[in-house]
């Protein structure tokens, strides 16, 4: 599980950084991207990664403003050209289904998969199958805005092959019973008991992932234990007024949920064109005064979101 960040800037396109846009790579967990908000040049953005529209299963938008929509229509549209034919569910806030269709039927576009729309109506869990479940709160910003928690299902632990093979186990339906953690008699007499060729199961990971918001309760409960937190930062710690003003968050405000929610690592990004330099890894500094698992994110960079207990997450 990968985060990849298509856009990491606020409000309008600059030539630092792209507007709103997130991929959520679960290559290795179910062969799908999930993207979170989709803002103006995102295709633009993804020639330049190894991504493909046509992997990209589901887009979250947590709101309606521009800078987190208008890259929507053309990706959708491009998706169909280079081969997408799965269906790709939409889910956001009332109105994106009628942006969607609207845009798509003024410029006679058409997809050549179909498109399911989930518009929010009512708040926690709004996906769940066997491997995620995903869940939302409304945050604190000029028009409804949602921020999204994504959890990863348990994995069971692995079965110890070598182990077996050490004790001339043959494979085949034995190895399916064992990995059941069922007692198995082998043809010479021995009894194997497959709880004691079974690793410990490891947690599902947890992923937040909030919208613009000023600092609210609900962003801590969508963080909680998270393994990752990817939170605003559009202003620094002098500009709490502002901030405030404009419904976002300062540096210091979004390092405060990221302690107060026992969060493994804090993420950055939704940062003001008035931020470059030094002055933006300012920016991570504040945060790291509070919070020093903090990383302010750049375009294009990645992030591995491990297992607890494995290596810490390390920038692509």
């Known amino acids: 599980m990968e985060i990849e960040f298509l856009g990491t800037g606020a409000g309008v396109p600059a ?3 792209n507007v709103t846009s997130m991929a959520l790579k679960l290559l290795d967990e179910r062969n799908a991207v999930w993207l979170f908000d ?9 020639l330049r990664t190894n991504l493909r529209p046509r992997k990209i299963e589901k887009i979250f938008i947590t709101h309606l403003h521009g800078d987190h929509i208008f890259g929507l229509p ?3 549209s491009s998706r169909s050209f280079q081969g997408g034919e799965e269906p ?10 009628n942006y969607v269709e609207t845009s798509l039927k003024i410029s006679e576009s058409h997809v050549k998969y179909p498109i399911i729309y989930n518009e929010i109506d009512e708040t ?9 479940t995903v869940s939302c ?3 604190d910003h000029r028009i409804k805005c949602y921020g999204y928690r994504i959890e990863e299902a348990d994995h069971e632990g692995e079965l110890q092959v070598d182990a077996l093979k050490e004790l001339d186990v043959p494979a085949g339906p034995v190895y399916g019973r064992l990995k059941k953690g069922e007692k198995v008699e082998l043809e010479d007499g021995r009894i194997i008991d497959g709880k004691d060729f079974v690793g410990p199961s490891q947690k599902g990971r947890i992923v937040t992932i909030l919208g613009d918001t000023r600092k609210h309760p609900n962003a801590e409960i969508l963080a909680k234990d998270a393994d990752l937190l990817v939170h605003e930062s559009t202003f620094n710690k ?3 007024k502002l901030a405030k003003a404009y419904f976002h968050s300062t540096t210091e405000e979004a390092a405060e949920v990221a302690r107060d929610s026992g969060v493994e690592k804090l993420v950055l990004t939704h940062i003001s064109a008035r931020y470059v330099g030094n002055s933006a890894r300012e920016l991570e500094n504040e945060a790291k005064a509070i919070f020093p698992n903090a990383q302010i994110v750049r375009d294009f960079d990645c992030i591995d979101i491990p297992f607890k207990g494995n290596e810490e997450s390390e920038m692509i």
């Open 88 to 97: 790709l569910t939409i889910i956001g806030p009332k109105g994106i289904k």
């Open 137 to 139: 709160l409304p945050l």
């Open 38 to 46: 989709c803002g103006e040049g995102t295709q633009q953005q993804i």
């Open 238 to 240: 002098n500009e709490k």
């Open 15 to 17: 030539k630092q950084r």
């Open 124 to 132: 926690g869990v709004i996906f769940k199958d066997h491997q995620f």
């Open 74 to 76: 053309g990706l959708l």
